[in-house]
């Protein structure tokens, strides 16, 4: 969240008053001391009554005005301070977008100082530059890890920060870097630059890359060249931890964005199958939407010809097989992935010619007898460079150093993140210390077999950082290690100061890893020497791992689980989940609550996946038998929402032959899964039954929101089987229930019996149209978007059936407005397919077959099979006229396939008669592939 200055304090950026307190010399006076401490009268008056005959006197005035309107405000008499607090010192604490947004104009700007000392012009225009620059740096920062146009963006609000001084060569430089090829600002901040330092300082296109990547230009370049070749394919970047495989991803995403083409950077990190990398592909590119679908269903969200990045592979257990899926699904991606694997870039190069392996090894370093000139050309060293002046801003190369740089980073081999870690000693100790440090470990710092990659360099420098870090540093490293990341904000809750942060990412053990976000993570490379330090303070971990547990389940409990920012926080749920039921301390009630956020998400493969190793560590852990149960069944319904129909009956079948089938309430919950998915099995009479089980144990329970929902799902599978009688009495049972029910479940349920109703042979059509104008007025009092969308449908339907063509089209365009301006509500298809039906009434066959088409392929997305069957129907009459054959035959297989509707069989038999007896088996995948064949040849 942006932090903002407070408003009861002294303003100085861009105005200047207190409160409604505006007298200048007053406010100048406070503002001095504000900002320069205790300070004695007689400076006060030289600066700011210089000209005045009696100086005292203006100043004694100028302290009773102030005095007087804010007691208080200065304190003392020869020596004045203060304890206001003041926007331009809270400024300068601020970090990230965090100062850019506090940033309300130039210190003092638009003041009329009168009367005034050159000195404290000279101090105003000192601390104007230094707050702007502060920002300007903030901003840039923030800019750095940002995606290309919002980099921009920030890019050119700190360029044109007001109150800021003009820019130096090397701002602009940092400036220039950030912006878009071609863009407006790019072409400025060239112009200006070559101003300042001549046309041959001007950066090439690729310099300010190659610059910035110190010494990736290579990797860099062949990446590009790779990605601009056409069709789909795989490069493979391996090399050890912290070798800077990750830098290398986000400049390559920032490099193909500046040029348009379609790319995703995918933390892949932590992910161990592809159900886990799925809703995080389709999150990065679609944030805050439900996930829903395969694959396959990603293709619009990539766009035309698109580039992914997967960072982190290397927990994947189905890479290989992913990879198989991922070339028949989308042919047309190239797959860029990166990881630890040393044999990464052999995967999929059987069946490819344009696989790219790249392994990254230490950046360039200075030959032994190198020159100055030549150490400073060294990528290795330009690192060390920058990153030892992030600690000690004085440091720079010189004749005298250069020696000693240069023979650091060859025994470090250039390892990137070992580099940076040893410059960040140089807080604690001198070069010279830091060097004899290394030197000392270097017979180490590789193996006789070969391992010349820097991995124990780094584990040698880590483990000395780690050595330098205070206790309380220790303690809060160890506390941010428990989190996969976490956000800075959370940072208090887990037991960690803003100060602590700070060293953390000063001495490197952090990183801002996600382009646009601001959250951090432990840099993977250093997980290994913070999970041996975890075994070694096994107290402090416990309890660091408890103080997380508590903060985020806490924190869960208070969210919808469907809200977008849970999103962020799965990594660190799971983890807290398992250090809950660890500790025995897991409640069955928040088991529900994160099934519920993977179920509404859409989440289903990467939560079955999830369920199952939490029961598993249920069952070790020995948890009490209800939330064993809870994630028993959380695991079989997601794996039911999944399509997974096999795994979740079988799951189903050994818990109701298991001990915990004893308790009602799991049974019951088990029975009804169970009855899902017969249903999705065509066996709905066996869903009935098994649904009537689940429903006399909640009438058992007196659970009486479960009585309504599993009385519904009875009607609904008996609507299949077409026993009317049966649903006439299930329909009676349930509106004797709705009076105990709460008003909009009640409402969901009248909804629900009117599309069961709808199809009944006697039902008065009028009064269910008036029904249902009720229960949509009644939704728009509850403001509930996804029931009215589902009452509109159905509306549409009885206009239809009454032939009140008109009525539907404006009731349809209703439909289309709210599913227009909603997000995550579904019922596209339903609009199709009745727009579809619409327009063949109505006399317009052309625009009727350009809609069924569009609706075929949004019946394919979504994934149900009587949606096929019906735009069958719906289209079945204009088919005859080229494949008159086909269509009865398929209308014979309808009208006797038990798996169908019976309404569907119902018109089946209407529109193509039942003499020819039983057709065979209905293959909705064939019917398919059929009707787009017939629709592109209407």
């Keep these: 969240m942006t932090q903002g200055i407070p408003t009861d304090e002294l303003?100085?950026?861009?105005?200047?008053?207190?409160?409604?307190?505006?007298?200048?010399?007053?406010?100048?006076?406070?503002?001095?001391?504000?900002?320069?401490?205790?300070?004695?009268?007689?400076?006060?008056?030289?600066?700011?009554?210089?000209?005045?005959?009696q100086p005292e006197s203006s100043l004694r005035v100028a302290l009773y005005v102030l005095r007087e309107a804010v007691p208080g405000a200065l304190d003392g008499e020869e020596r004045l301070e203060t304890a206001m607090p003041c926007d331009a010192v809270t400024l300068l604490t601020l970090r990230g977008l965090d100062a850019l947004d506090a940033y309300t104009g130039p210190f003092l700007g638009g003041v009329t100082l009168g009367d005034v000392s050159g000195e404290l012009e000279d101090w105003i225009e000192g601390w104007r530059t230094?707050?702007?620059?502060?920002?300007?740096?903030?901003?840039?920062?923030?800019?750095?890890t940002a995606d290309p146009a919002r980099a921009e963006a920030l890019a050119e609000?700190?360029?044109?920060?007001?109150?800021?001084?003009?820019?130096?060569?090397?701002?602009?430089?940092?400036?220039?870097?950030?912006?878009?090829?071609?863009?407006?600002?790019?072409?400025?901040?060239?112009?200006?630059?070559?101003g300042l330092t001549g046309p041959d300082d001007v950066p090439a296109p690729g310099a300010a890359r190659t610059g910035r990547m110190l010494g990736r230009a290579a990797p860099l370049d062949a990446l590009l060249a790779w990605a601009a070749r056409p069709g789909g394919a795989v490069a493979a970047v391996s090399g050890p931890g912290g070798i800077g495989k990750s830098t290398l991803s986000r400049e390559l995403l920032r490099e193909l964005t500046r040029s348009g083409r379609n790319a995703v950077l995918v933390d892949a990190e932590g992910a161990r199958s592809s159900a886990d990398l799925l809703p995080r592909l389709a999150a990065a590119r679609a944030p805050g939407q439900a996930v829903q679908g395969t694959w396959a269903g990603l293709a619009p969200l990539l766009g035309d010809a698109p580039v992914v990045l997967l960072d982190g592979v290397d927990d994947l257990d189905d890479l290989g097989t992913l990879l198989l899926t991922l070339r028949r699904d989308l042919p047309d991606v190239r797959w860029v992935l990166s990881g630890r694997r040393r044999r990464l870039g052999q995967l999929g190069q059987a069946d490819t010619v344009d696989t790219l392996a790249l392994t990254l090894s230490g950046l360039d370093v200075p030959p032994p007898d190198a020159d100055l000139p030549e150490i400073a050309a060294s990528s290795a060293v330009a690192l060390f460079l920058r990153e030892a002046?992030?600690?000690?801003?004085?440091?720079?190369?010189?004749?005298?150093n250069a020696g000693v740089i240069g023979s650091l980073t060859r025994r470090l081999l250039g390892h990137p993140l070992a580099l940076t870690l040893a410059a960040s000693w140089l807080r604690v100790e001198a070069l010279d210390d830091v060097y004899a440090r290394v030197l000392a470990e270097a017979a180490t710092l590789s193996s006789p077999g070969g391992d010349h990659d820097g991995r124990r360099g780094l584990m040698l420098v880590a483990q000395r950082s780690w050595d330098l870090l205070s206790a309380g540093e220790r303690d809060a490293a160890l506390r941010v290690g428990v989190c996969p990341d976490f956000d800075p904000a959370d940072a208090p809750a887990l037991g960690v100061s803003g100060t602590d942060l700070d060293a953390l990412l000063?001495?490197?053990?952090?990183?801002?890893?996600?382009?646009?976000?601001?959250?951090l993570r432990v840099y993977p490379a250093l997980t290994g020497l913070l999970n041996a330090q975890a075994h070694a303070h096994p107290d402090l971990t416990r309890a660091a791992r408890q103080a997380h547990a508590a903060h985020y389940l806490t924190w869960f409990a208070a969210q919808a689980p469907e809200s977008p920012p849970v999103d962020e926080e799965r990594g660190n749920l799971r983890v807290a989940m398992s250090t809950a039921l660890e500790g025995g301390t897991l409640k069955t009630s928040t088991v529900d609550h994160l099934l519920a956020h993977y179920d509404r998400r859409g989440l289903l493969g990467s939560g079955t996946d999830v369920f199952a190793a939490l029961?598993?560590?249920?069952?070790?852990?020995?948890?009490?038998?209800?939330?064993?149960?809870?994630?028993?069944?959380?695991?079989?319904?997601?794996?039911?929402?999944?399509?997974?129909?096999?795994?979740?009956?079988?799951?189903?079948a050994r818990f109701l032959q298991g001990p915990l089938a004893g308790d009602p309430a799991s049974r019951m919950k088990v029975l009804n899964t169970l009855g899902s998915v017969r249903a999705q099995q065509g066996q709905y009479q066996a869903s009935v039954d098994l649904s009537r089980q689940a429903l006399a144990l909640a009438e058992q329970l007196d659970d009486r929101m479960r009585v309504a929902g599993y009385r519904m799902n009875v009607l609904t599978y008996l609507s299949?089987?077409?026993?009317?009688?049966?649903?006439?009495?299930?329909?009676?049972?349930?509106?004797?229930?709705?009076?105990?029910?709460?008003?909009?479940?009640?409402?969901?349920?009248?909804?629900m019996m009117l599309d069961v109703r709808l199809y009944l042979p006697e039902e008065d059509l009028y009064n269910l149209h008036r029904e249902t104008a009720d229960l949509l007025a009644a939704s728009t009092r509850a403001r509930d978007t996804k029931l009215a969308v589902g009452l509109l449908i159905g509306q549409a339907r009885i206009e239809l059936r009454l032939g009140q063509l008109r009525d539907a089209q404006a009731t349809l365009a209703q439909l289309d407005e709210i599913l227009t301006h909603s997000e995550g509500v579904e019922g596209e298809t339903e609009r199709l397919l009745i727009q579809t039906e619409l327009l063949y009434a109505r006399g317009r066959t052309p625009q009727a077959r350009r809609t069924a088409t569009v609706a075929l392929q949004s019946s394919i997305q979504k994934g149900n099979p009587w949606d096929i069957i019906e735009l069958f129907l719906i289209v079945a009459g204009d088919l005859?006229?080229?494949?008159?054959?086909?269509?009865v035959v398929t209308l014979n297989t309808i009208a006797h396939d038990g798996n169908v509707h019976f309404d569907q069989r119902r018109r089946a038999q209407l529109a193509g008669g039942s003499n020819s007896g039983p057709g065979s088996l209905l293959s909705v995948s064939s019917l398919q592939a059929w009707l787009q064949e017939q629709l592109d040849r209407l």
């Design 720 to 751: 299949y089987l077409g026993n009317v009688a049966e649903i006439e009495q299930g329909i009676a049972a349930l509106e004797a229930d709705l009076a105990g029910m709460p008003f909009v479940w009640a409402l969901n349920i009248r909804r």
């Design 11 to 53: 303003c100085t950026l861009g105005d200047l008053r207190l409160g409604r307190f505006r007298k200048v010399k007053s406010l100048l006076m406070l503002t001095y001391v504000a900002l320069e401490g205790p300070t004695p009268r007689r400076d006060l008056r030289t600066l700011l009554w210089p000209n005045a005959r």
């Design 157 to 194: 609000r700190a360029y044109r920060l007001p109150g800021a001084p003009p820019a130096e060569p090397d701002l602009l430089r940092r400036l220039l870097a950030l912006t878009l090829p071609g863009s407006a600002l790019e072409g400025e901040l060239r112009t200006e630059l070559h």
């Design 389 to 400: 002046g992030r600690v000690r801003r004085d440091f720079a190369l010189t004749p005298g």
């Design 506 to 519: 000063t001495h490197s053990f952090l990183e801002t890893y996600r382009p646009g976000s601001e959250r």
């Design 615 to 652: 029961a598993d560590e249920a069952e070790d852990a020995g948890a009490t038998a209800d939330v064993q149960a809870a994630t028993q069944i959380a695991c079989m319904w997601l794996a039911y929402r999944a399509g997974r129909l096999l795994d979740a009956q079988t799951l189903a």
């Design 130 to 144: 230094r707050l702007a620059r502060h920002v300007q740096g903030e901003a840039l920062t923030v800019a750095e």
């Design 880 to 887: 005859r006229g080229q494949a008159p054959a086909h269509v």
